[in-house]
């Protein structure tokens, strides 16, 4: 019998702590026999972006700065090579902000299923846009300004039920969470866990 698989994908507009939480439920359910593979898209990119000249990926950078979201093919590519590389039954992967649009949803979804035993959990952190725009202007990273924010906040509305409406399609093995956001970074944790039964 095969071992069973977890691919944990946070989504949530920008602010609601999706790295945090997955740095949590990363040490909550930590084995030394379990390989573990965080897929953290925005760390990836800004790597992405630093080491390349290429005028077209720099176009990319730019807009994205300016709180625009990438052509689907740059985090398709990223986390399909990450999740090749590293996968291995029993194996548990973490996704922020690598499965946003509705297409990038159905082609990950496409490549598992390629897979047998895997679970696949949709957790879906919701929040003010008061609160996510206070948590932003605090952390205070260069691209966090108002107008950005904002920008932000339209593509993620444009797009998400979109994308979740293509999870649900798959509900023989995926489970959607919706999680309030609203607490402490304690209080959300233990929402999640219990909506996890962890």
Known sequence: MKKQSYFYIFLGIPGTGKSTQISLLKNHIKKTETKMVEINMGESLRGFFKKS????????????NNGGLLPSVIPIFMWTKKILKEYEPGSIFFLDGGVRKPKEAELFLGL???INDI????????????????????RARSDDKPEIIEKRFKEHRRIIKKTLKIFKKHKENTDILKISGKGNTEEIFEKIKIKLNL
């Open 53 to 64: 000249s290429n005028p077209i990926i720099i176009s990319m950078c730019d807009d994205t």
């Open 112 to 114: 598992l299923n390629e």
């Open 119 to 138: 679970k696949i959990k949709v957790i879906h952190l919701k929040i003010a846009k008061k609160e996510s725009k206070k948590r932003l202007m605090e």
